[in-house]
Nanobody, 123 residues
Framework: QVQLVESGGGLVQAGGSLRLSCAAS????????MGWFRQAPGKEREFVAA????????YYADSVKGRFTISRDNAKNTAYVQMNNLKPDDTAVYYC????????????????WGQGTQVTVSS
Protein backbone atom coordinates (compact mmCIF):
# COMPACT_ATOMS: atom_id res chain seq x y z
CA GLN A 1 0.00 0.00 0.00
CA VAL A 2 1.30 3.43 -0.94
CA GLN A 3 -0.22 6.73 0.08
CA LEU A 4 0.59 9.81 -1.98
CA VAL A 5 0.17 13.41 -0.86
CA GLU A 6 0.68 16.28 -3.29
CA SER A 7 1.59 19.83 -2.38
CA GLY A 8 2.80 22.99 -4.06
CA GLY A 9 -0.19 23.96 -6.15
CA GLY A 10 -1.53 27.48 -6.32
CA LEU A 11 -2.28 30.53 -8.43
CA VAL A 12 0.42 31.87 -10.73
CA GLN A 13 0.57 34.28 -13.63
CA ALA A 14 1.34 33.10 -17.13
CA GLY A 15 5.07 32.71 -17.56
CA GLY A 16 5.57 31.87 -13.91
CA SER A 17 6.77 28.69 -12.23
CA LEU A 18 5.61 26.22 -9.63
CA ARG A 19 7.10 23.05 -8.17
CA LEU A 20 4.75 20.28 -7.13
CA SER A 21 5.83 17.68 -4.61
CA CYS A 22 4.44 14.20 -4.02
CA ALA A 23 5.31 12.65 -0.67
CA ALA A 24 4.88 8.89 -0.48
CA SER A 25 4.38 6.73 2.58
CA UNK A 26 5.90 3.31 3.01
CA UNK A 27 9.34 1.84 2.59
CA UNK A 28 9.00 0.74 -1.01
CA UNK A 29 8.86 4.10 -2.77
CA UNK A 30 12.00 3.29 -4.75
CA UNK A 31 10.30 0.29 -6.31
CA UNK A 32 7.55 2.38 -7.91
CA UNK A 33 7.71 4.31 -11.12
CA MET A 34 6.09 7.69 -10.59
CA GLY A 35 4.04 9.98 -12.73
CA TRP A 36 2.03 13.17 -12.88
CA PHE A 37 -1.36 13.54 -14.53
CA ARG A 38 -3.73 16.48 -14.73
CA GLN A 39 -7.43 17.03 -15.23
CA ALA A 40 -9.00 20.29 -16.35
CA PRO A 41 -12.73 20.98 -15.89
CA GLY A 42 -14.79 19.08 -18.42
CA LYS A 43 -11.79 17.16 -19.74
CA GLU A 44 -10.38 13.70 -19.22
CA ARG A 45 -7.38 13.10 -17.00
CA GLU A 46 -4.23 13.28 -19.11
CA PHE A 47 -0.64 12.20 -18.75
CA VAL A 48 1.90 14.92 -17.97
CA ALA A 49 5.21 13.27 -17.03
CA ALA A 50 6.70 10.07 -15.63
CA UNK A 51 9.96 8.80 -14.23
CA UNK A 52 11.35 5.31 -13.69
CA UNK A 53 12.29 3.85 -10.32
CA UNK A 54 15.89 5.09 -10.29
CA UNK A 55 15.20 8.43 -11.94
CA UNK A 56 17.34 7.71 -14.97
CA UNK A 57 14.54 7.81 -17.53
CA UNK A 58 11.87 10.47 -17.89
CA TYR A 59 8.88 10.85 -20.18
CA TYR A 60 6.77 13.89 -21.04
CA ALA A 61 3.60 14.82 -22.85
CA ASP A 62 4.34 16.91 -25.91
CA SER A 63 2.38 19.80 -24.42
CA VAL A 64 4.83 20.18 -21.50
CA LYS A 65 8.09 19.03 -23.04
CA GLY A 66 10.80 21.63 -22.51
CA ARG A 67 8.82 23.41 -19.78
CA PHE A 68 8.26 20.72 -17.12
CA THR A 69 10.88 18.57 -15.40
CA ILE A 70 10.05 15.49 -13.35
CA SER A 71 12.45 14.21 -10.72
CA ARG A 72 12.51 12.07 -7.59
CA ASP A 73 14.47 11.70 -4.39
CA ASN A 74 14.23 8.12 -3.19
CA ALA A 75 15.93 8.99 0.10
CA LYS A 76 13.07 11.41 0.84
CA ASN A 77 10.28 9.26 -0.65
CA THR A 78 9.28 12.23 -2.77
CA ALA A 79 8.65 12.94 -6.43
CA TYR A 80 8.59 16.39 -7.97
CA VAL A 81 7.57 18.22 -11.08
CA GLN A 82 9.10 21.60 -11.79
CA MET A 83 6.78 23.61 -14.03
CA ASN A 84 8.22 26.63 -15.83
CA ASN A 85 6.77 29.07 -18.35
CA LEU A 86 3.27 28.14 -17.25
CA LYS A 87 0.37 28.85 -19.58
CA PRO A 88 -3.36 29.27 -18.89
CA ASP A 89 -3.90 25.89 -20.63
CA ASP A 90 -1.88 24.28 -17.82
CA THR A 91 -4.69 25.09 -15.38
CA ALA A 92 -5.91 21.81 -13.88
CA VAL A 93 -5.90 19.58 -10.86
CA TYR A 94 -2.56 17.77 -10.83
CA TYR A 95 -2.38 14.20 -9.56
CA CYS A 96 0.60 12.19 -8.47
CA UNK A 97 0.59 8.54 -9.54
CA UNK A 98 2.56 5.42 -8.71
CA UNK A 99 2.93 2.18 -10.61
CA UNK A 100 4.59 -0.98 -9.37
CA UNK A 101 4.72 -2.68 -12.74
CA UNK A 102 5.54 -0.19 -15.47
CA UNK A 103 5.99 3.46 -16.35
CA UNK A 104 2.62 5.13 -15.64
CA UNK A 105 1.99 6.84 -18.97
CA UNK A 106 -1.72 6.08 -18.96
CA UNK A 107 -4.28 5.98 -16.16
CA UNK A 108 -4.65 2.24 -16.71
CA UNK A 109 -1.05 1.72 -15.54
CA UNK A 110 -1.53 3.53 -12.23
CA UNK A 111 -1.77 1.55 -9.01
CA UNK A 112 -2.07 4.49 -6.60
CA TRP A 113 -3.26 8.08 -6.90
CA GLY A 114 -2.80 11.15 -4.77
CA GLN A 115 -5.72 13.40 -3.89
CA GLY A 116 -4.69 16.13 -6.32
CA THR A 117 -3.55 19.73 -6.05
CA GLN A 118 -5.00 22.68 -7.96
CA VAL A 119 -2.83 24.70 -10.31
CA THR A 120 -4.35 27.86 -11.75
CA VAL A 121 -2.51 29.96 -14.32
CA SER A 122 -3.92 33.42 -14.98
CA SER A 123 -3.40 35.26 -18.25
Amino acid sequence: QVQLVESGGGLVQAGGSLRLSCAASGRTFSSYAMGWFRQAPGKEREFVAAINTRGGSTYYADSVKGRFTISRDNAKNTAYVQMNNLKPDDTAVYYCAASGSTIPRTSLRVDYWGQGTQVTVSS
